[in-house]
């Protein structure tokens, strides 16, 4: 792209295993107790201590189940929040089973500097922990002063939603960050364990709020350009073989992407509508697409659009140069988005 303008990373997740205790349904990286991705503890603190603070504000530590780190999380928690990053913890919380020890993971973390917690929870975790260790969470990371969100994975059917749980936690819930409803895509194990689900009706297609905003580096050592949902897009890994030394360069790169810029401004569904009207193809519709990440996943992997994905993006470069130069002229690209809560 000709643009000098250029959309600014405001955090970075770190999906620091993809290892977890459960195996939800939705998974959109197939986590589980057999899944034994993981990124070496140095190359956590390394990329952490190589991060620009005049750039990056929010450090997330995600994956899979961070807390199976034990100790090193705290570690890594603190090193993050002494070289002055907002730190958060995404969680299901499978490890608030009783009060005491609810009160001794959380308050190592507290004391190691967390700001959030964002607990994961919804019809597809229920299945493996209770509403008992919300609640409890909840109740102990806000008495420790920890900021708490919730962020549940919705369909047509679920049980769950933003409204109920509030309801559930009661006084509880008027002290929270947020209790958001994420809209089920289908990708990951999702693809095939709930292939027959039916989309939210208010499913958003639009433009990312995560791409170039909020980089990732997944368990499995690659540089995605999002948050992740879709990890193994070769299109949206900006370095395969991550070397925190190469983390600005990588980005920089990164920023110059038709692509990527594309998605920040116009969104995945957008892309594949354009794609569509420029060469005769049915023209798709938002009631088949669960969301931004299942679109993008469409849209990056799917023959019907991918063979005509080089020169879409290649006739409208100068269009979405245009784009990022007027947001820009309002201030809205050197500062980044606002820190959003990740996607469960």
């Not at 559930?168 to 947020?178: C, F, I, R, S």
């Not at 920023?255 to 990527?260: A, E, G, I, M």
């Not at 992997?301 to 245009?322: I, N």
């Amino acid at each position: 792209m000709n643009s000098t303008s250029a959309v600014q990373p405001s955090s970075l997740a770190l999906h620091v295993t993809y290892t977890c205790p459960l195996t939800c349904k939705h998974c959109c990286f197939k986590s589980s107790p057999s899944n034994k991705d993981r990124l070496d503890y140095d190359l956590l603190a390394q990329t952490i201590e190589a991060l620009d603070a005049s750039k990056y504000r929010l450090v997330a530590f995600t994956g899979g189940e961070p807390m199976l780190l034990g100790s090193k999380l705290v570690d890594l928690v603190s090193l993050a929040s002494r070289r002055g990053f907002k730190t958060r913890v995404v969680s299901s919380v499978h490890f608030a089973v009783r009060d005491n020890i609810a009160s001794s993971r959380l308050a190592a973390l507290r004391k190691a500097g967390l700001d959030e917690l964002s607990i994961s929870w919804d019809d597809y975790h229920e299945e493996f922990v209770s509403f008992e260790n919300v609640r409890r969470a909840v109740r102990i990371g806000l008495e420790l002063g920890i900021g708490v969100a919730i962020s549940a994975t919705e369909d047509q059917g679920s049980k769950w939603n933003s409204a109920r749980i509030r309801s559930e936690l009661g006084p509880l819930a008027d002290a929270l960050l947020t209790v958001c409803d994420s809209p089920l895509n289908k990708t990951g194990r999702a693809e095939i364990d709930l292939q027959d689900k039916q989309k939210l009706a208010t499913s958003h297609l639009g433009p990312c709020p995560y791409v170039l905003t909020g980089p990732t580096l997944s368990a499995k050592g690659k540089l995605l350009a999002c948050c992740g949902v879709v990890p193994e897009i070769p299109s949206l890994v900006i370095d395969p073989h991550f070397e925190p030394s190469h983390l600005d360069g990588a980005m920089e790169k990164a920023q110059k992407s038709v692509l990527l810029n594309w998605l920040y401004v116009h969104g995945p569904f957008h892309l594949m509508k354009t794609i569509a009207a420029e060469n005769g193809l049915p023209e798709p519709s938002s009631l088949d697409v669960g969301g931004n990440c299942e679109a993008c996943q469409n849209v990056l992997t799917d023959p019907t659009y991918t063979r005509f994905l080089p020169d879409t993006l290649s006739a409208h470069a100068d269009s979405v140069a245009g784009s990022l130069h007027a947001l820009d002229a309002l201030g809205l690209l050197q500062d980044g988005r606002p820190i959003q809560f990740m996607p469960a």
